[in-house]
C-alpha cells in the first residue's frame, strides 16, 4: 500500500470553540479530530473513576485549546484549508469566541498519524454506569450493571467525552425509562441514541443534517448492536417529525436549540422531558427562558466546566 500523505491542520482557539470547529473539520472531510485542551491536565479524574492514563504536559497549550485535524493531501488541499479558516472565522456571527484563531498546516505520514492521534484514546468512565471503548482496545467490565459503548473516533465526532456529551448521559442514565420513545436531534457520532437504547428505549429516532454523521451513526449504532432499536436518518432538526415521545435530547449549539424549543414541546408529550446540552455558560439564562416559554419546566440543570445541560418537563395541561 501507498504510504498517503496526511496534512495535520491545527487550529488554537477556545474550549467554547471546540465542538462547532470539529463539527466544521468533519465537514471538510477530516479524518480523526485531536484536541489539546490544557484543562484536561488539571482533571481530577483518577480518584473518581478509577485509574486513567497519564497526560504529558508538554502536548499541550498553556492556554486555550488546540484542535488538530488530519486532511489528506490532494490537489486542493489549499482551498479546503481555506473554506476551513472561512467557515470558523464565521462562527464569530454567533458571539463564539475564536480565542488566538492560529490555524497551522504541517505534514505527517500515515503512519505518524494512525499512531498520533490513536494515543489519545483510552476506555473512559463517563457516567455511574457508562464506560466508553476505542472499537481498537480490549476492555473486561469491572461491575455487573457496567454498560459498554464501542466507537471508532476515526470517524470521529470527537469520542463521547466531551463534557456536553457526558452530562447528556448522565441525564439520560437518571431519566430514560424501560420502553421509551426516544428522538436525538444532532445524534453526531450516534451515542447519546446508543445510551438510550441501551437504557432500555424501546425506539430512538437518530436525526442528523450531516451525512458523515449520518453514516458515522449507522456504523455505531451496528457496532453496538441497538441498530434494532436506533435508526438513524438524515433530517433538519425536528421538521416533519412525529409525536408524541417520552423525551427528546438535543446536544448542540444553544442558538439552534432556540430554534426548536417550540417544535420539542408540540412533539414531546404532556409530563415527557426535554433533554438539551451543549450550552456554553454565557448562553445558560438565554435557553433555560426559550425552554420556559415554550411550555417546559426546568427540573434539573448539570454543570461540567464551562458547560450547561438541562433536563426540562413539559408542562401537563
Known amino acids: 500500500m501507498v504510504d498517503m500523505k496526511w496534512s495535520e491542520i491545527s487550529i488554537h482557539t477556545t474550549q467554547e470553540a471546540v465542538e462547532p470547529i470539529t463539527n466544521i473539520l468533519h465537514e471538510a472531510g477530516a479524518s480523526g479530530v485531536v484536541i489539546e485542551d490544557p484543562f484536561d491536565l488539571m482533571k481530577e479524574r483518577e480518584n473518581v473513576f478509577g485509574e486513567i492514563y497519564q497526560l504529558n504536559p508538554d502536548d499541550y497549550p498553556e492556554e486555550g485549546v488546540i484542535v488538530k485535524a488530519y486532511l489528506p493531501v490532494t490537489s486542493f488541499l489549499g482551498e479546503t ?70 466507537l471508532d473516533p476515526g470517524m470521529a465526532f470527537g469520542t463521547g467525552t466531551h463534557p456536553t456529551t457526558v452530562m447528556c448521559i448522565q ?61 438513524v436518518s438524515q433530517n433538519n432538526l425536528l421538521d416533519n417529525i412525529e409525536g408524541p415521545v417520552d423525551l427528546i435530547v438535543a446536544n448542540i449549539l444553544a442558538e439552534i436549540i432556540l430554534r426548536f424549543t ?48 438541562f433536563i426540562a418537563r413539559k408542562n401537563e395541561g
Not at 425509562?177 to 451515542?191: E, F, L, P
Not at 425506539?203 to 443534517?209: E, H
Open 81 to 150: 484549508v481555506e473554506e476551513i479558516k472561512v467557515s470558523i472565522n464565521n462562527l464569530i456571527a454567533f458571539d463564539i469566541d475564536l480565542g488566538h484563531n492560529k490555524v497551522t498546516i504541517s505534514e505527517v505520514n500515515e503512519e505518524e498519524w494512525a499512531t498520533a492521534w490513536k494515543k489519545y484514546y483510552h476506555p473512559v468512565k463517563i457516567s455511574e454506569r457508562f464506560t466508553i471503548v476505542p472499537t481498537w482496545e480490549t476492555y473486561e467490565p469491572v461491575s455487573s450493571d457496567e454498560l459498554i459503548i464501542e
Open 171 to 231: 441525564a439520560l442514565e437518571k431519566t430514560v425509562k424501560q420502553g421509551d420513545t426516544v428522538v436525538d436531534v444532532g445524534t453526531g457520532s450516534g451515542v447519546l441514541s446508543i445510551a438510550a437504547a441501551m437504557l432500555g428505549a424501546k425506539s430512538v429516532k437518530a436525526l442528523d443534517l450531516d451525512t458523515v454523521a449520518v453514516e458515522s451513526a449507522r456504523l455505531n449504532l451496528k457496532l453496538n448492536k441497538v441498530h434494532d432499536i436506533a435508526k
Open 262 to 309: 417550540d417544535d420539542a414541546a408540540k412533539i414531546v408529550k404532556p409530563g415527557g422531558l426535554f433533554i438539551t446540552s451543549g450550552i456554553i455558560n454565557t448562553k445558560k439564562q438565554e435557553v433555560k427562558e426559550g425552554l420556559i416559554d415554550a411550555g417546559f419546566s426546568i427540573e434539573e440543570t448539570l454543570l461540567m466546566e464551562d458547560w450547561v445541560a
